[in-house]
């Protein structure tokens, strides 16, 4: 079994909050920091996770799936919308 963890952190002004895309995305949407439910991960052994970003994001983590690789749309999908206006909110 393998494992990978990732920390990602933003860089840069509010241009990337208007246009949040995906799971990750709206981590960056918003000047706050978003908390949601997290699993406890074992230090060994085989684990299933269960908390998909609950509480992190907007709707739930099956909103998000796509149709086929390289296709960008779905419930949430804000890779073709319009750029907002400064101080427009964004998804959150």
Same mark, same amino acid.
């Given at each position: 079994?393998?494992?990978? +963890?990732?920390?990602?952190?933003?860089?840069?002004?509010?241009? &990337?909050?208007?246009? *949040?895309?995906?799971?990750?995305?709206?981590?960056?949407? !918003? /000047?706050?920091?978003?908390?949601?439910?997290? +699993?406890? =991960?074992?230090? !060994?052994?085989?684990?299933?996770?269960?908390? #998909?970003? @609950?509480?992190?994001?907007?709707? @739930? %983590?099956? #909103? =998000?799936?796509?149709?086929? *690789?390289? /296709? /960008?749309?779905?419930?949430?999908?804000?890779? @073709? %919308?319009? @750029? &907002?206006?400064?101080?427009?909110?964004?998804?959150?």
């Amino acid at each position: 079994a393998h494992r990978l +963890d990732v920390s990602l952190h933003a860089r840069g002004g509010v241009a &990337a909050r208007h246009l *949040p895309h995906g799971i990750i995305g709206q981590a960056f949407a !918003s /000047t706050e920091p978003r908390h949601g439910r997290v +699993d406890e =991960y074992p230090a !060994s052994g085989t684990f299933r996770t269960s908390a #998909m970003a @609950e509480g992190a994001i907007e709707g @739930e %983590a099956a #909103m =998000y799936e796509v149709a086929a *690789p390289h /296709t /960008t749309t779905f419930r949430f999908s804000r890779f @073709e %919308a319009a @750029e &907002a206006a400064e101080g427009q909110p964004s998804l959150r």
